[in-house]
């Protein structure tokens, strides 16, 4: 049996007061026995079934001895009396389970963090090209669902039956002839501004004022086949997916720290509205393509941007440059020029109906 | 100074005492200083490991994270030779957060019952029922986040063990919360006047409240003390604000006069930045902040120091006191250069700032004083079954 001399010093709290005793410890056969090394006087006899370690060496400098159930606590900070505990109690192993050397543990988390970032990165960036449309359509249409009530809750929806079912169903051709395999809803709200745009699943709202100051059909089909681009390309979902997975890599990053995660959402910013650019250029190509396979009139998209840069001479998407979530419309005029050739998108009798849609 | 109670009910004047009272006992007043031992790349192992699970599990991993951190940071602190220990839980945490959340779900879903049935889905003016949810939750977030670091404060004290004695916090969240949000909303209408009374009156609670066992903190500050101080600071501060401006305006009106840039110059420089552009924007970053650091923060760091001196010297537990000679200049390390470290490194600096943090700690707290363990015991009660929710919810969570 180990002598006193095996027994270094260590520090015991009783868990009733916040006295401190320094003791020796030893093991009998079945329990571990702290006593006062100047009288050996007996402080405490814990079995050695109840004996165990809360916490480890890569978190507490000393790891406290605990008698389960018990506030007690032993503390032992000499190595030497640490590695016989250990070799005494099995239970007492961690004392001595050193963890693996910080610049080994260093190099394995700082490039596990830096090769996650930028999977991530690269799975938000580019995953979402193809997670988005393998998300289920009745999600996407539940969530642009929401969202459209929620955004239209104080709008005036126009009913109009057959000019409804005229911009629904060019809506409906144009998705199909690029192989969306999804209902398009278009959905008409009274008033302005002049604009459209697109929710996810496929539902897309015009304001009648952009019917009612277009100059010809050709330039409703145009703006119709644009948003049409954005439905078969799945841009809202992914420019949601985007936006989560970036705010979440920010996040991460700053754990949490205020200023950090504004600074962070400034960047995250920045980077959707180079996607927005980047998806309207898609929708504008996308568009006109869609238009000419159906031999359609195209030369809508580019007469629409052509009247608007009359009404507001000032090209604001360009004055804003890298703050614009639209790319400058002289751009996009040049790249989606056409001749006015073609079939018109629309009869007459549609034509009338949607100019009355919300009459 | 406005101690009123002695810790060794002496009389504060012995030499008066008759010849025939017996002498009491001289306190033991020996000096120490706590030590924190912690090495900055152990404490980065630790960081980056959580990071990495944080980015695996979407952010959910957090909890446990956190309780790494605070285990090792807790354990490599020691006072009077004996070191801090830590025992809270990720579990705990987590749980604590989902609560809230499901306290925030039940009140959303109370909202839109009411919109649904009552109002009949009608929207108010412009404003919808996701609008009004948000308002609402920005609203209480105010009040709530101080209820939140009242029992934050609470829950990180049930969990820390000195001498296998925990630590407890007593008194109300919910009343700190309100005391707090008044005087809060009441400094900023008198112009920030009240800064002395709300420090004192919001480091009360903290302090005397708190319990080492059955050991309470005792406080004894008063907003009268430190108000002259104050109201120094808060004209120079005033009038150091007035030169900064004026410094600034002028070097910016020169600046663009001498450049001859029109309005339009400036919108182009900022919505097509070259190269050089994001040069001379930092640039300019960098003067405006020598500016405001070489004017504003000195004195915001001399206040601050001069606060913390103050509220540190007014605490006592039992016969222990408290004492810190920490100046202007390791406040500014401590405000300004720590909040630059995490801001620059997009917060990969945090442990290097906690380190720092405890490291100025250790090298600035003086304790006079040992506390008399044998009459101190465990305090009544475990503390909150979990924690720290609402901070997680309504404030920035720190370790």
Same mark, same amino acid.
């Given at each position: 049996m180990a002598g006193d001399s095996r027994a270094g010093r260590a520090r015991y709290y009783d868990?009733?007061?916040a006295q401190v005793h320094e003791v020796a410890v030893r093991p009998t056969s079945h329990e571990l026995v702290m006593y006062r090394?100047?009288?050996?006087?007996?402080?405490a006899r814990w079995p050695i079934g109840e004996v165990t370690v809360l916490g480890d060496l890569g978190h507490e400098a000393a790891p406290p001895v605990v008698r389960r159930g018990s506030d007690a606590r032993l503390i032992v900070e000499d190595p030497e009396l640490r590695r016989q505990l250990a070799g005494w109690v099995p239970a007492l192993s961690p004392l001595v389970r050193a963890p693996a050397p910080v610049t080994g543990r260093l190099a394995g988390f700082g490039s596990a963090l830096v090769a996650l970032l930028a999977m991530l990165w690269l799975a938000i960036d580019y995953g979402s090209e193809f997670a988005a449309p393998l998300l289920p359509h009745h999600l996407q249409a539940q969530l642009g669902e929401s969202v459209y009530d929620e955004l239209t809750a104080d709008k005036t929806e126009c009913h109009g039956r057959q000019g409804l079912a005229a911009i629904n169903g060019l809506a409906n051709r144009l998705a199909e002839a690029a192989d969306y395999p999804h209902p398009v809803t278009v959905h008409v709200i009274k008033g302005g501004p002049v604009n459209a745009f697109t929710l996810p699943g496929g539902i897309l709202v015009f304001y009648s004022d952009l019917i009612d100051q277009a100059k010809d059909e050709a330039q409703v089909a145009g703006v119709l086949a644009h948003e049409i681009g954005h439905v078969v390309h799945y841009h809202p979902t992914k420019g949601l997916v985007r936006q989560y997975g970036l705010d979440l890599i920010g996040k991460v990053l700053s754990g949490g720290y205020s200023d950090v995660t504004t600074l962070a959402s400034g960047g995250n910013l920045l980077l959707a509205l180079r996607n927005g650019r980047a998806f309207e250029r898609e929708a504008d190509t996308t568009g006109v393509k869609l238009l000419d396979k159906l031999g359609l009139r195209a030369d809508g998209v580019s007469s629409f941007f052509q009247q608007m840069m009359e009404k507001e001479p000032k090209d604001s998407a360009a004055v804003l440059?890298?703050?614009?979530?639209?790319?400058?419309t002289t751009e996009r005029i040049e790249a989606t020029k056409r001749p006015a050739?073609?079939?018109?998108?629309?009869?007459d009798a549609e034509w009338r109906a949607l100019r009355n849609v919300c009459r | 100074m406005s101690e009123t109670t002695s810790p060794w009910a002496? +009389? /504060?004047?012995?030499?008066?005492? +008759? /010849?025939a009272t017996p002498q009491v006992a001289e306190p033991d007043l020996a000096p120490s200083r706590p030590t924190y031992d912690g090495k900055l790349g152990e404490l980065y192992a630790i960081y980056l490991r959580h990071l990495v699970l944080m980015v695996l599990t979407l952010g959910w991993s957090r909890f446990w994270g956190r309780t790494r951190l605070r285990r090792y940071l807790w354990n490599h602190i020691s006072v009077l030779d004996d070191r801090l220990e830590y025992r809270g839980r990720g579990l705990e945490l987590l749980i604590g957060f989902v609560l809230v959340v499901l306290i925030l779900a039940a009140w959303a879903g109370i909202m839109w019952l009411v919109w649904v049935e009552?109002?009949?889905?009608?929207?108010f003016g412009n404003v919808g029922v996701f609008d009004l949810f948000s308002l609402s939750v920005a609203l209480i977030g105010f009040p709530l986040s101080y209820v939140g670091q009242y029992a934050g404060l609470r829950y990180r004290l049930s969990r820390t063990r000195w001498r296998g004695i925990r630590f407890a916090m007593a008194g109300s969240a919910w009343g700190y919360g309100a005391t707090a949000t008044f005087l809060g909303i009441a400094n900023a209408m008198t112009g920030q006047l009240l800064t002395p009374v709300v420090s004192v009156t919001l480091a009360r609670p903290r302090i005397a409240n708190a319990r080492f066992g059955t050991l309470p903190f005792v406080f004894a500050g008063s907003a009268g003390d430190i108000y002259g101080r104050f109201v120094g600071y808060y004209f120079l501060n005033l009038l150091a604000w007035g030169i900064a401006l004026a410094v600034a305006i002028a070097s910016i009106g020169g600046t663009v006069k001498a450049l001859d840039v029109s309005g339009e110059d400036f919108a182009q420089l900022f919505s097509q930045p070259s190269l050089r552009t994001v040069a001379i924007i930092l640039a300019a970053v960098v003067a405006a902040y020598l500016l405001f650091s070489l004017l504003i923060l000195p004195l915001r760091c001399w206040w601050q120091a001069y606060w913390f001196r103050y509220a540190v010297s007014h605490s006592r537990a039992g016969n222990v006191l408290f004492a810190t000679s920490i100046t202007t200049r390791h406040m500014w390390g401590f405000m300004v250069l720590n909040y630059l470290i995490v801001v620059l490194t997009l917060g990969l600096g945090w442990p290097w700032v906690t380190h720092r943090t405890l490291r100025l700690i250790a090298s600035q707290l003086w304790l006079y004083g040992v506390p008399d363990g044998t009459v101190i015991g465990q305090p009544p009660g475990k503390g909150?079954?979990?924690?720290?929710g609402l901070l997680e919810m309504f404030d920035v969570t720190g370790i």
């Open positions: 868990g009733q007061t090394p100047a009288d050996s006087s007996i402080v440059g890298i703050w614009s979530s639209h790319p400058p050739i073609g079939k018109p998108p629309f009869t | 002496r +009389p /504060a004047a012995p030499a008066e005492l +008759p /010849a009552l109002l009949g889905e009608r929207p909150p079954r979990f924690g720290e």
